[in-house]
């Protein structure tokens, strides 16, 4: 059995020895892999590099063998490599500078056919579109990283080996390089093999990494172990923040098992940074003595160098998270706040849950915690330099934006509570609202007696005033936060003991995600109770929000599939209505690839308040009053067009299996044959602009349907596409509870 499963490896390194002179650079290396994506992380220096060439055939190999899908290539000339299906992203990107980007990608383009296009190329790296008639020499770092990248994926490889593909890239091309490589894993038509200096883009798309260490592979870890323990990683790559430095250890060999190392006590006051490499390396360096490494050590207090990866969204199972018994965190500014934090953590903890005290803070100082705001902000994409900076405002959105991709990295988290002012709140809300729906998560702040819907948004984050101000610890205060810690204690405890017990009495049955507004309530309830038996179906009201709370599930994996029949927000996100979208609509979905069902529904008015908030601009238009509260505006065929190629660009994004249905007898129960915003020009040139602008695929279809969209008929095609496509996705998968 072992011996099939081998032969079948995308990629199977065995015993590897290649020398350079007398410098023995891989030294018996092992390693396979099978399908998906495996990451080879290790200090400059260390082989990294050479096992690419080797596998490329770029360097001579003295000894051992080297398979790719069972096939023998050790020794085989690179192009003859090349042609078996095995693409390379060298280090150095190696382009040519009198050729333009669409001249690359053309050459690249005739090698092997497959799903990568030039066109899919552009669509992933707009910025290579933008570019596309300048010369390799012309463009930036980046770009030229971008442009290495998009080459190789060309040959539409079997197995793809990227060495250091995120070398030189802003930080949000990081993050899209990496979602590139977490959706090649996914999608199973090639394997890749990274070697990465950045740990956290390694630990995220990879379930185990690869320590590379003198030629040698020294051992296989899981990634989630790996980007938790900053001690490790200090051990085994030289990189981290560190009160001490500790001598190197000889790491057991893959498969081994060794000792957890102490944790050293976190030093209060100036930190001191270490650099592994004091002097640049070479393919002969060794390692530096730890006299060199503490003389060039340097000291900070207020600015951490960035040493950590950009945000990424979470990913189960390749992202590195934090395991270990579910924890409550407390997180706020302790410069300002401690004490009224320690009075919150000491109660949660007196109730027995576990807790790790966060710090949050912004002016750099130091204090006593679990999780210190330097360790927070090295989750910054452009490290600490952009959190500790003079301006407060800054200061704060990129420490929010560093502790939600801290937190989107944490797998324990049981429950969130937090307090502190106006500041404090918008700077925990974030990551909140990026944690699933069900975790409690709770602020009490003096802002909780106002509009709280900037914190709030589409999660189910509890806000609780705080009556005095956050700002010390008095009676009323003392009662307020206490009953805050015990609200949270009580909803953690209460999900903890009731999991079990609801995953027993769970059906089983996979959600999806259906939109309705009143004008479609009849094909949503006939929907529904079609797919009752089979679905547990979540119905979201289209008034903003609701197609964000839809969205915000499907990013968070409690959602198997959509029926997007109602997509109306986006009326009111381009022509200025009270319920509209974000501009993010649609993108879960693009990013997940969920199966997705959807049609036009209400698409035939804009949603504003009383008529005297109605614009100047669309005095004289056709209206509808749906209540005192609410005025509705039929759209014209202009506006239809407009909102046509605006759904139509964003459905050609989407790689998931996509039926979108348009139903000629209108779009609402208002747009119907004899009903005030009956109008079938405009929308004729609504379903025009759509056929025109999507580009349609065997998995991407628009489908044109005689009905109404509340005629039972309707209604029952879309159950069929909706269960077609469910089952084409694969077998159902469990809402996450």
Request: glycine share 10%; net charge positive.
């Amino acid at each position: 059995m072992s011996e099939t499963r081998r032969s079948a490896a995308a990629l199977e390194v065995r015993g590897l020895d290649v020398y350079y002179g007398h410098s023995h650079a891989l030294q018996g290396v092992d390693l396979s892999l099978d399908a998906g994506v495996f990451s080879v992380v290790g200090r400059n220096g260390m082989g990294k590099t050479t096992l690419c060439k080797a596998i490329m055939g770029l360097v001579p190999v003295s000894g051992g063998s080297i398979r790719v899908r069972g096939e023998d290539i050790t020794r085989r000339p690179p192009a003859h490599i090349a042609r078996l299906g095995v693409g390379y992203v060298p280090q150095g990107r190696r382009l040519w500078r009198s050729l333009s980007v669409d001249e690359h990608l053309r050459l690249a383009g005739g090698m092997r056919s497959g799903a990568w296009t030039v066109e899919r190329i552009y669509d992933t790296f707009p910025r290579l579109a933008e570019r596309r008639d300048h010369g390799g020499g012309q463009l930036s770092g980046g770009e030229q990283q971008m442009l290495a990248i998009s080459r190789a994926l060309l040959t539409n490889p079997q197995l793809l080996i990227m060495d250091e593909p995120t070398e030189g890239l802003a930080p949000v091309i990081v993050a899209q390089v990496e979602e590139m490589l977490l959706q090649l894993g996914e999608d199973g038509d090639m394997s890749v093999l990274v070697i990465e200096q950045n740990i956290g883009v390694a630990t995220a798309i990879s379930r185990n990494v690869a320590i590379m260490v003198n030629g040698r592979i020294n051992r296989i870890i899981d990634s989630g172990r790996l980007s938790a323990d900053r001690e490790l990683q200090q051990r085994l790559l030289g990189v981290g923040l560190h009160a001490g430095l500790e001598p190197e250890i000889d790491m057991p060999a893959a498969g081994g098992e060794a000792k957890p190392a102490p944790q050293p006590a976190r030093a209060s006051g100036p930190i001191r940074v270490y650099i592994s490499n004091p002097t640049p390396p070479t393919r002969w360096s060794q390692p530096a003595p730890i006299g060199r490494i503490e003389a060039a050590a340097r000291t900070q207090s207020t600015q951490v160098a960035r040493l950590d990866e950009p945000s990424r969204r979470k990913r189960e199972p390749a992202t590195a998270q934090t395991s270990g018994p579910p924890v409550v965190l407390i997180v706020g500014t302790l410069d300002t706040k401690g004490t009224e934090l320690r009075f919150i953590r000491d109660i949660v903890a007196a109730t027995g849950l576990r807790t790790r005290l966060v710090d949050v803070s912004t002016s750099g100082r130091h204090a006593t915690c679990d999780v210190s705001a330097q360790e927070i902000a090295l989750n910054h994409g452009r490290g600490g330099s952009a959190v500790f900076g003079p301006d407060r405002g800054a200061a704060v959105t990129a420490m929010a934006d560093a502790l939600t991709n801290w937190i989107k990295r944490q797998g324990n988290v049981a429950g969130v509570i937090s307090a502190g002012g106006s500041g404090a709140a918008s700077l925990v809300a974030p990551a909140m609202r990026a944690l699933a729906v069900g975790v409690p998560k709770l602020i009490i702040s003096s802002v909780a007696s106002g509009d709280v819907a900037p914190y709030v948004g589409p999660a189910d984050i509890t806000m609780m005033y705080s009556v005095t101000d956050v700002q010390g610890l008095n009676s009323i205060s003392r009662a307020v936060l206490s009953n805050g810690a015990n609200a949270v204690a009580g909803m953690v405890k209460a999900r903890l003991d009731q999991r079990e017990a609801k995953e027993r009495a769970a059906s089983g049955l996979a959600s999806v995600g259906i939109t309705m507004f009143g004008v479609t309530t009849p094909a949503v309830q006939k929907i529904s109770a079609d797919l009752r038996d089979d679905f547990e179906c979540l119905v979201f009201h289209a008034t903003g929000v609701g197609g964000r709370s839809m969205e915000k599930l499907v990013d968070s994996g409690q959602l198997a599939g959509i029926i997007d029949l109602t997509t109306t927000e986006i009326c009111d996100l381009l022509m200025g209505g009270v319920f509209p979208a974000t501009e993010d609509r649609f993108g879960a979905v693009i990013r997940t690839r969920l199966p997705y069902v959807g049609s036009v529904g209400a698409l035939d008015m804009v949603n504003f308040g009383t008529p005297d908030t109605i614009p100047e601009r669309y005095r004289g238009r056709k209206f509808h009053v749906h209540n005192p509260q609410v005025t509705l505006m039929r759209t014209t065929a202009e506006e239809n067009e407009r909102m046509g190629r605006w759904i139509g660009e964003r459905l050609n994004q989407m790689d998931g299996p996509v039926r979108f249905f348009l139903p000629e007898g209108g779009v609402s129960a208002l747009d119907a044959r004899g009903q005030p915003f009956w109008d079938p020009e405009a929308d004729a040139a609504l379903f025009r602009t759509l056929e025109r602008t999507v580009r349609a695929t065997s998995n991407r279809q628009l489908i044109r349907v005689k009905q109404n969209i509340n005629d039972p008929d309707f209604a029952s095609t879309i159950t069929a596409a909706f269960r077609t496509l469910f089952g084409r996705a694969g077998a159902r998968r469990r809402a996450a509870r």
